[in-house]
């Protein structure tokens, strides 16, 4: 065998030179990667730059400007690029402003849920036992309950707003990360390096965090850029439900709902939020399906 | 047997899951009965007619009792009991998700075993890219879109309601959107596996027929891998069935869940989400079963 074994550091088994320089051609070189990264890089910038972009309010209309159909660029930036809806708001404003949320919403739930599945799933697969057991079971709780019921359920219940969104979110959404850290961390516990560093004196979360945590990241990175898409889907439909981010501020799902009933005569006002909802959700599941193919040893193809 | 008794105890956490739902409410459960004029001494007396008085774990006890002899509590804002209200609606939602599981395969076989077989070709393409295009399609949007294009332009189906079979056409196709893209990669992914076996190999040069060995050989394979996803997909539908119902007005779970959330009715809330729980539960071990049943080599643990 032929293992380069780099000063100093105990464990750190992949992170050489030779390693980094592979990771970049493979990202490079995954169309998937690269279309999902510039498409996400695009929609979110955008959304950020929405203040700068249109000139309207979205949360102020005017009865005069009722349901107008799309201008698109007739009047350049200045005027109705995608109509209004139907209460005279810019549809186009509210698009990019309601993707400013999806966006915030789906990560911060996504890094929230990553981190509280990262701390359980490390526990549960380190210190096995009773914490294991219960964490699991848990788990396996978590698991046979559909998210978006669950997450609508208690947000009803809480009442609807950003942070209970969240916070709801968040706490359906760490199940998956956690039974893949603990089933890495099982496999990676018995390992010699980890025998090693328990002979050099680490302690119980020093040995977690230094030790075992590099080497679960890979399938967590995975998991968490496939599952904003999902999050953003399922955040559409809590908003279409009505338990979103409370009117008026602008949710994609909250316009396609409120839009639903001028479907015939003005159908502007649902097409946008779809097709943005949909090219967003696109955008990163080609992202996650490309961090797959750069990250994951076993997808050659 | 251990996967049995796995099962007990995640419905066991499920109906924890579900008196959580309700101690987490705001206010007082007891006041939310009550005009808001009562005094305190009736106040006083809904909460010990309610069990509020009792401590939490004599609560749940109580509320287990109840679950045992199959009493769900009363609906207040459909003035019936939440037993006959949800075996009203179960048949209704399990016809459109058996109509749209039905669709889902009739569309994921054949794509599945094209792209498979002709892999690397465009219909590998065209199938992978339909599948993106499937899991990054909200069902708001795709609803929403149907409705306008199919009900409201074209006017050849009716655009919400229950009756015939053509009201069960678009909310059954919103019900496979959600599912074809999932069956479809995993069918792909399984028949390539398989087509790359020894016995294919073998049989190849004995010169069985091709499509005998795509059906036979092969597909037999790749079956049992997408058993576990339609089952699981099965349990998903009541999520599903949220927002599609509610667009098409299909008396089913979705429909109900949606309105009792518009009108907090916390005992409706509560009931379906422990229904849904124990359904996917039930259906996941039933599952399990017949995976065993078909697939002679792993022992029923």
């Keep these: 065998m032929n293992i380069a074994v780099p000063p100093r550091t105990a464990a750190a088994p992949v992170q050489t030179g030779r390693a980094f320089s592979a990771v ?40 005069q400007s009722r349901l107008l159909p799309p201008q698109w660029f007739s009047e350049g ?12 708001r810019d ?79 968040a706490l359906t959404s760490w199940v998956l990360t956690a039974r893949v850290v603990r089933g890495s961390t099982l496999a990676v516990r018995s390992t010699d390096y980890i025998a090693a560093a328990r002979v050099m004196g680490a302690g119980g979360g020093r040995m ?69 909802l949909m090219l967003a959700v696109l955008a990163f599941n080609l992202l996650g399906d490309g961090v797959r193919d750069v990250l994951d040893p076993r997808s050659t193809n | ?27 007082n459960p007891a006041a939310l009965m009550l005009p808001a004029d009562a005094t305190d001494e009736q106040l006083v007396a809904m909460e010990a007619f309610m069990g509020l008085d009792q401590p939490l774990i004599v609560q749940y006890f109580t509320y287990l009792g109840n679950l045992l002899q199959g009493n769900l509590g009363y609906s207040f804002t459909y003035r019936q009991d939440v037993t006959t209200l949800i075996a009203a609606a179960l048949p209704m939602t399990a ?27 465009a219909w590998d393409t065209f199938a992978m890219i339909a599948a993106l295009i499937g899991q990054s399609m909200s069902t708001v949007w795709l609803a929403v879109a149907l409705v306008l294009v199919f009900a409201v332009q074209l006017g050849w189906l009716p655009t919400s309601g229950s009756g015939g079979i053509e009201y069960l056409i678009l909310p059954a196709i919103c019900v496979a959107s959600q599912d074809y893209a999932l069956t479809t ?53 009541l999520a599903g069935s949220l927002i599609i119902e509610r667009i098409f007005n299909w008396p089913g779970i979705g429909l109900l869940m949606s309105n009792a959330i518009a009108s907090r ?37």
Excluded at chain 1, 39 to 45: D, E, P, Q, S, Y
Excluded at chain 2, 100 to 105: E, N, R
């Design chain 1, 24 to 63: 970049r051609h493979k990202i490079t070189s995954s169309k998937l990667f690269m279309i999902g990264a510039v498409g996400v890089f695009v929609i979110a910038l955008i959304c950020l730059l929405a203040p700068w972009i249109v000139a309207f309010d979205p949360e102020q209309g005017g009865l």
């Design chain 1, 77 to 88: 930036l200045g005027g109705h690029v995608l109509g209004t809806d139907q209460l005279g």
């Design chain 1, 91 to 169: 549809v186009l404003s509210r698009v990019l402003v309601g993707g400013q949320y999806s966006l915030m919403i789906a990560l911060t739930v996504v890094v929230g849920g990553m981190l509280i599945g990262i701390a359980l799933g490390l526990i549960a697969g380190y210190f096995g036992g009773i914490a294991d057991a219960i964490i699991m079971r848990v788990v396996d709780v978590m698991m046979s309950l559909p998210t978006l019921i669950v997450a609508l359920c208690f947000v009803a219940v809480l009442g609807p707003s950003f942070q209970n969104v969240i916070i709801v979110l």
């Design chain 1, 208 to 276: 977690m965090i230094r030790e075992i945590l590099p080497n679960v990241l890979p399938p967590i990175l995975i998991m968490a850029s496939q599952q904003i898409g999902v999050i953003l889907l399922t955040e559409a439909g809590m908003s279409f439900l009505g338990m979103g981010i409370p009117a008026p501020t602008p949710s994609w799902g909250g316009m396609i709902a409120g839009g639903q009933a001028y479907i015939a005569t003005a159908p502007w006002i649902v097409v946008a939020p779809g097709m943005a």
């Design chain 2, 1 to 27: 047997m251990r996967r049995a008794l796995q099962t007990l105890i995640v419905l066991f956490g499920i109906t924890v899951i579900a008196f959580i739902l309700v101690r987490v409410a705001p206010g």
């Design chain 2, 95 to 121: 016809i459109l998700g058996l109509a749209g599981m039905f669709l889902s395969l009739l569309v994921s076989i054949p794509l599945g075993m094209l792209a498979a077989v002709r892999r690397g070709t």
């Design chain 2, 185 to 237: 990669r995993m069918l792909r992914s399984g028949m390539i596996g398989a087509l790359g076996q020894d016995y294919i190999m073998a049989a190849r040069a004995r010169g069985v027929p091709k499509l005998r060995i795509y059906w036979h050989y092969a597909f037999k394979n790749a079956v049992l891998p997408l058993v576990t996803v339609v089952g699981s997909q099965i349990g998903m539908v």
């Design chain 2, 265 to 301: 009715d916390l005992q409706l809330i509560q009931s379906i989400l422990l229904i849904s729980g124990f359904i996917y539960a039930v259906l996941n071990l039933f599952v399990d079963a017949l995976y065993t049943v078909l697939d002679k080599r792993i022992a029923f643990a």
